[in-house]
């Protein structure tokens, strides 16, 4: 039996070590258990890099930090004051302001800076033209719908240009989808985002153990589903619920700028067939194979092309007709520098930018 010293520093020596020694033995074994349980270290669990950019938001779900700065994946990531990506938004309204909203595609991950296609199109159109990029990453109709007000409020754009659709479409074929899909898309995006409990715990096995005893005892909810993932057929077919989801959508949208007198822009997405295989898109749309993808684009463009009015809503129906080859992307879904520049070439020369 190990005998505590008798010396009261010897004493407090001798228990510190011993707490160490436990510790590490705890760690140790905790780390063991999680390699035994998810068949690999904790040490090795990658931090999710949107935590770096984005934080949680009560009603947009993921929201751009401020005011920061950061390299990822080797690309430069800035984002101004107000939370936006990019250079500082001008306090002073120049003589058009172009007010860009979508998703990643909008926000253009996977370049610099000033190869997203706002950016571009801003080069292209200034100095009469501001355009302002609030794209947000995971962001769907209906965190879009929820962010325009305070883009029309506080920008006053008088266009706004909308890239729409490809957020929707991945919650199609999701069996009980909920209300504004709330009961697959946001939780998901709430952890694609890197705001789950274990996203930001230290790499530390013992607080990894910690956190998932406490979830398989059901003490801690477990995220983002706490009663599995959502259940779900994979196919090629449209799920209605989705396009009416997106078509009521819309229609808020393009109320809300109608009131303000704001034109509008409906941008296609853009997509290559040959990099979507049956597989690559699982991680984000669970419930289409590879036909259904392009079956739901088609379907969620086809809403946009109907709210065209030829005067105040406009579709950019004209990028469909392009070809796009895979060395102009980054990803199956986002364009890269070379992709975006020319992006915003076609923006420039296919719209009427003068007002009417």
Avoid at 184 to 191: E, G, N, R, V
Avoid at 198 to 219: C, F, M, N, Y
Avoid at 267 to 286: N, Q, V
Wanted: aromatic letters at 10%; a positive charge; one cysteine or more.
């Amino acid at each position: 039996m190990i005998q505590a010293p008798h010396c009261p520093a010897k004493r407090a020596g001798f228990f510190l070590a011993l707490m160490l020694i436990l510790a590490l033995l705890a760690e140790g074994s905790c780390a063991v258990a999680l390699r035994i349980a998810e068949g690999k270290w904790p040490y090795s669990r990658q931090k999710n890099i949107n935590y770096q950019l984005f934080e949680p938001h009560p009603d947009w779900v993921v929201a751009p930090r401020k005011n920061i700065s950061a390299i990822v994946r080797g690309h430069h990531h800035h984002h101004n004051r107000d939370g936006f990506r990019g250079a500082e938004f001008s306090r002073t309204t120049p003589r058009h302001r172009i007010a860009c909203v979508g998703g990643s595609t909008t926000y253009c991950i996977g370049v610099d800076d000033d190869d997203t296609w706002p950016h571009q199109l801003h080069r292209l159109l200034q100095p009469e033209y501001e355009v302002l990029n609030f794209g947000i990453p995971g962001h769907s109709s209906v965190e879009h719908r929820k962010l325009l007000p305070m883009v029309l409020t506080r920008y006053a754009p008088e266009i706004v240009l909308l890239q729409l659709g490809l957020n929707d479409l991945r919650n199609m074929n999701v069996t009980d989808l909920g209300p504004d899909y709330c009961n697959f898309h946001q939780p998901s995006l709430y952890a694609a985002s890197g705001f789950t409990r274990r996203d930001r715990l230290p790499r530390s096995a013992l607080a990894q153990a910690a956190v998932v005893l406490l979830e398989r005892t059901k003490i801690l909810p477990v995220y983002p589903f706490p009663h599995g993932f959502p259940a779900g057929e994979v196919s090629a077919s449209v799920d209605p619920r989705v396009v009416e989801i997106f078509s009521a959508n819309l229609d808020v949208m393009l109320r809300d700028c109608a009131a303000r007198q704001v034109r509008v822009v409906l941008l296609p997405h853009t997509m290559t067939r040959s990099l979507i295989t049956e597989g690559s898109y699982k991680w984000w749309a669970p419930y289409l194979s590879k036909a259904g993808v392009f079956n739901a684009l088609k379907a969620l463009n086809a809403v946009m092309q109907s709210k065209a009015d030829g005067d105040r809503v406009t579709y950019a129906g004209f990028l469909e007709k392009e070809t796009w080859d895979p060395s102009e992307f980054f990803d199956p879904s986002h364009l890269n520098a070379a992709g975006n520049a020319r992006l915003a070439r076609l923006l420039k020369d296919g719209l009427p930018w003068s007002r009417p």
